[in-house]
C-alpha cells in the first residue's frame, strides 16, 4: 500500500510544476526575443527548480529507513 503524501510533499510537487512550466515559457521567450541578458532569468529558474526538486527528495521518507 503506498503512504499518503504530506500537505507539504504536495505543496512542493504543485511548486515544483509551477517552476517547470514557468521555465520551460521563459526558454521558448529566449528563443524566440534572442533579447541579451534574459538567458539568465530561465538559468535562475531551473535553479531553483533543482533545488526544490533536493528539497523534496531530502524530506521524502525513503522506503529503507523503514527498517
Known amino acids: 500500500m503506498s503512504r499518503q503524501l504530506t500537505i507539504t510533499e504536495v505543496r512542493l510537487n504543485n511548486i515544483s510544476t509551477c517552476v517547470a512550466i514557468t521555465a520551460s515559457t521563459l526558454n521558448v521567450l529566449v528563443e524566440t526575443f534572442k533579447i541579451p541578458g ?4 530561465p538559468n535562475t529558474t531551473q535553479s531553483l527548480l533543482k533545488l526544490l526538486k533536493t528539497i523534496h527528495l531530502e524530506n521524502t521518507p525513503s522506503l529503507h529507513s523503514a527498517r
Open 38 to 41: 534574459l538567458e539568465a532569468i
